[in-house]
């Protein structure tokens, strides 16, 4: 391969490289239908000069099929008449416009075919024109539903959703070990509380149980040391045998007061 013929198809590859890229589809398919009415508007032009010279050349036969009719007739009248020469003049005035008229016909016939050719081309065009019209209505949306579906895939495929998610894993995580943490301090702040409770109520209950024991062993004669007191059977028996009336007045004089506190 020589050397020119190589920049040749260099050349060309990069031409129909350049010239792909810059093909529009939706700008293509309106150039395309532009271009087949511009076709349409010439086919339409062709076929009414061809109608036109069509009707021309039909009267041109028609005249000169009438002309040799009438000089057929002029020949006959002239042969009755008993004049020779004159019917041989008609005759040849005849023959020349029926020869016209044959070549007229001929040429009439090839034009009524033409006529007729051209007449189904427009129609085809037509039909073609009108399909390629719905067709590239349906093309553009396509299109146009395409780019869309591209810029869309794109727009995914630049959200980093991985990460996105990951972070709301994390922070799920984190809240759920907040509401641990709240949880636990919530149940030791309650057990704690409960526990203060305990303690104190024994506290402030354990001076009230010394001196009740204190009176019990007073009523009964006897000591009861501190923190310890007398059996519910003894004290009962103690207090009946030993009650006598002026520790019965004390006693209801005591149920008196603690009734009105």
Known sequence: MGLFDRISRVVKANLND????????????????????????????????????????????????????????????ALQKGDETLAREALVRKKSHAETAATLKASLDQQSAQVESLKRNLIGLESKISEAKTKKDMLKARISAAKAQEQLNNTIGTLNTGSSMAAFDRMEEKVLQIEARAGASAELAAGGSNLEEQFR???????????????????????????QLPAAGKTAAASSSESSPVIDAELEELRSQLNKM
Request: charged residues 25%; without cysteine.
């Open 201 to 227: 109520l024994l506290e402030s209950g354990g001076d009230v149980d010394d001196e009740l024991a204190q009176m019990k062993a007073q009523l009964t004669g006897g000591s009861v040391s501190q923190g």
């Open 18 to 77: 350049l010239v792909n890229k810059a093909e529009d589809p939706e700008k293509i398919l309106e150039q395309s239908v532009t271009d087949m009415q511009e076709d349409l508007v010439q086919l339409r032009q062709a076929v009414a000069s061809a109608i036109a010279t069509q009707k021309r050349t039909q009267t041109q036969y028609n005249q000169a099929e009438s002309q040799s009719n009438q000089w057929q007739q002029r020949a006959q009248l």
